[in-house]
């Protein structure tokens, strides 16, 4: 089989039906296992008892970007997280090989921040509901 190199520009990041990945300048899903261990008689045992997934998200802040059907992240989540925090959003990360990596999200408030002449970054760290699906097509 022939290596197959996939990069962040390879990706396409959609939150709540709006695609956010010209903002976005890294996306990581990461789950976080809790295995329990036992001491035996034998030596060690362990039990995989739980999940944690979450959806990191590092951009460009886009605060005011909101123009027509283009939807600024940070003010879509900042009103989600403040109207509806219990409600999960769909969210889909979709490399260009077929691979989808689906899910739910719940809203978190963006961190507002300024360096200098730098341009302004933020990360959201979303927790995934249940265990994210993978598609490939």
């Not at 999940?51 to 123009?67: E, F, H, P, R």
């Not at 769909?90 to 077929?98: E, P, R």
């Not at 963006?110 to 341009?119: E, I, K, Q, Y």
Request: proline share 4%.
């Amino acid at each position: 089989m022939a290596t197959t190199v996939i990069t962040g520009r390879d990706l396409a990041l959609t939150i709540d039906s709006k695609t956010y990945d010209a903002q976005a300048t890294s996306v990581t899903l990461v789950n976080a296992p809790t295995l329990v261990t036992y001491q035996t008689i034998d030596g060690k045992a362990y039990k995989h008892s739980d999940d944690n997934w979450t959806l990191t998200v590092t951009m460009l802040a886009d605060w005011g970007a909101s123009v027509g059907a283009v939807t600024s992240l940070c003010e879509a989540m900042w009103t989600a997280a403040n109207s509806a925090p219990n409600t999960a959003l769909t969210f889909s990360l979709t490399a260009a090989t077929g691979a989808v990596f689906g899910g739910s999200v719940y809203p978190v408030f963006p961190d507002v921040n300024g360096t200098g002449a730098d341009a302004q970054s933020i990360t959201l760290s979303f927790q995934v509901s249940g265990t994210p699906t993978l598609t490939i097509s």
